[in-house]
């Protein structure tokens, strides 16, 4: 494949198939769009770092600036080869929650169906990066059959979420075969898809496959904006044509050391996403997964981050900030502290803007 620089902007930029396949691995075709630090260069000669990068995503890049969010989002560092205490492979133990292929059933009532292990780009901060990218496949028929099998026979699933890598790098005809399985099991009630292909490729939010998707109402999206930066008119486009289908869209932002861990950004993304019709839905500390230790921030920062979005800004953009359990737990929510005492009499509190108020209980 030749190099290709993103700035030319070919005739066919705006096909989505075009942008998968020509997603920017190399050193020379990364170098062509910005100018690499050494120690991109020595990380992108790692064999088993995966990378892969749709055009769209590079051209956001920041050709000069390494500190460029879309940069550390996409190209590999050395740390990726590092092990930081307490991280594992496989740190949601989602492998030993797996009773058949392809499926995760670590809640009573909901399943993660894994749809593939192909993205548009591959996120350096990526806690599945054990499996994904390391063979570009979607689940074949057996495996689908196996894991409806699965979910058809526990009439307890009410919610399935259709996972990855990026289920909507399949392409149409497979991922209305997959919703369609799912979508006869009657006690189903609702399909979930998790996917980050507005924020990567967003030409594959296509007419055709918006057209798909609302076949199989009611049916939920959450995609992962994680810096304002990635809000762009393409994004915004894919979005839209998503929330008009009558998809409600949601976002799951990961929480990165010099990303986005400050109030300013992550104000800035969520009141950004509102006026997109996104909901922030999850702020997730960064799991213990090996190679990505260095984007992991104190969990007080992410506290920090909510306590400097409540009441500070419209109630509807406060994501709920969770860590999700080392070994397979759940996910936790994590809050600031807002109730000072609680006496069977009285409840102190604390406002957003740090008045003390008192609120008492039913003497009844
Ligand atoms: S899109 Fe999701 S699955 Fe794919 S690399 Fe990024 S975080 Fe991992």
């Known amino acids: ?64 600036d390494p500190t460029c969010p879309i940069r550390r989002q996409a190209i590999p560092l050395a ?41 548009h780009t591959y996120c350096r901060h990526c806690t599945r990066r054990r499996r994904v990218g390391m063979v570009e496949k979607g689940l074949t028929r057996d495996e689908l059959e196996g894991a409806v099998e699965y979910i058809a026979g526990r009439p307890e699933i009410r919610d399935v979420l259709i996972s990855g890598g990026d289920p909507l790098t399949l392409a149409n005809g497979q991922l209305d075969r997959i919703l369609a399985k799912i979508r ?27 057209a798909v998707l609302k076949k199989y109402h009611p049916l939920w999206i959450n ?7 990635e809000i762009t008119e393409a994004s915004a486009r894919a979005c839209a044509a998503l929330v008009d289908a009558g998809i409600p869209v949601g976002n799951q932002t990961v929480l990165l050391k010099g990303i986005n861990d400050s109030v300013d950004v992550q104000k800035r993304l969520v009141q950004e996403l509102l006026k997109l019709r996104i909901r922030p839905y999850y702020l997730y500390q960064c799991d213990l997964a090996k190679g990505i230790d260095h984007f992991r921030t104190p969990v007080a920062r992410g506290i920090e981050i909510i306590e400097g979005l409540r009441g500070h800004t419209s109630g509807l953009a406060v994501p709920t900030f969770v860590i999700d359990a080392p070994g397979g737990g759940g996910k936790i929510p994590v809050s600031p502290q807002y109730v000072i005492s609680q006496s069977p009499e009285k409840v102190v509190l604390r406002t957003y803007d740090g008045k003390i108020v008192e609120y008492p209980e039913p003497q009844f």
């Open 1 to 64: 494949m030749s190099a290709v620089c993103c700035l030319c902007k070919p005739e066919r930029w705006h096909d989505w198939r075009w942008q998968f396949r020509h997603r920017l691995r190399t050193i020379e075709q990364l170098g062509q769009v910005i100018k690499l630090t050494p120690e991109e260069e020595a990380a992108l000669s790692q064999p088993n770092f995966v990378v892969g990068i749709t055009p769209y995503f590079a051209s956001l890049m920041d050709p000069e």
């Open 223 to 229: 995609v992962q904006f994680n810096h304002p930066k």
């Open 184 to 210: 006869a099991v009657p006690h189903v009630e609702i399909i979930r898809i998790g996917t980050r292909a507005p924020v990567t490729n967003p030409y594959r939010i296509t007419p055709d496959l918006v």
């Open 79 to 119: 740390a990726e080869g590092a092990s930081g205490p307490g991280t594992a492979a496989d740190p949601l133990n989602e492998e030993g929650l797996s009773p058949v292929s392809r499926i995760i059933h670590r809640y009573p009532d909901r399943v993660v169906l894994l749809g593939t292990e192909t993205c």
